[in-house]
């Protein structure tokens, strides 16, 4: 069976430095916030070129807590995309905060300057823009200068970006704070939950280092509400250490798959992304067709796996439906992609044999 992901294999192949790291953390008898969490945060901030890195215990904790630091409030409408996982949606409703979703370009599944444009313009307290799959958000310098402009904060969900740029510039580095999921399927994935703040502002990061455990100031003294225990710890800290200097070559694999993918898939009811001239970095391969349902019943008629990200907006999952605007107009494009898209295995230790069988599963469907 062609598997969407193989986590073993990535684990396999890097199984000593894996286990050399954790020991050196059980030998330590430090697990929580100690040298390796520092260490793994001035290597990522550094990576992407940014100023501060706050580790925390997930991605969505990670949108939650930048979000408070930016000074979202309850009652606050916050603008965020609806085809994107529920993440931002669910991050907004700890903080009693409301979405106001804005929709997304269909060639690049990511939202534009005009949507962003229209939230800001009707008051919103803060954007969230989602670089999905691996896209960098095609006009993030525009916008974080229209936000810039307006004073409102922009924070940027990079839990499928690590690592995208565009004109040199790491995708976590264009607005006021970015997110971070080091969920263990992300292009930089812990084994493990795990999550981080990005920012070059030292005011924000103080925030969110207070906010990630109770509140505190200095021990026990607790200044900040809204505040939680969401830690990243010592072992998952040292393996993503581990596992930065491989994500560059990583991503340059997923690229060349995602690129043999567009360039040989060739059927006349499924779209394939077209290539982008910005690094993304792939982090998932999704097509689009009509008939979705067939398509993926005939990939696994050939033993392929596929997946869909996402099949609900947002604003039509039933848990949330009673808390969203009813006068909210639907959002053509997302309902549309939401309806289509269908993701293909795509990971940096796929063969090009297997790349090549995804290929003529596509193209061998007889609609
Ligand atoms: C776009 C996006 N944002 C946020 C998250 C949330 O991250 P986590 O699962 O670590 O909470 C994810 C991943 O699952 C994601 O894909």
Redesign the pocket.
Known sequence: MQQLNDLSSKVGNNLTSIKTAIDRVVASGWFVLGPELERFERLFATYLGAEHCVGLA????A?ELALRALAVNPGDKVATVAN??M??TTALSAIGARPLFIDVDLGTHNTTLAEVMRAVDSGVKAVVI?H?YGLIVPEISQIAEYCAVKKVPLLE?C??AHGARMNGQRAGTFGDAA?F???PT?NLGALG?A?AVVTDNAGIAQKVGHLRQYGWTTKYRVDTSGARNSRLDEIQAAVLSEFLPLLDDANARRREIAHRYSTQIEHPAVIAPQRYDQEYVAHLYVVRTQSRDALQHHLLTRNIASAVHYPIPDYRQPAFAHTLDESMPLLQNTEQLCREVLSLPCYPEMTDKEVAEVVKGINSWQI
């Open positions: 997930n991605g969505t904790d949108i994107a996982g993440y931002t989602t999905l969900d839990a499928q997110s999921s080091f969920y992300k939950d999550g």
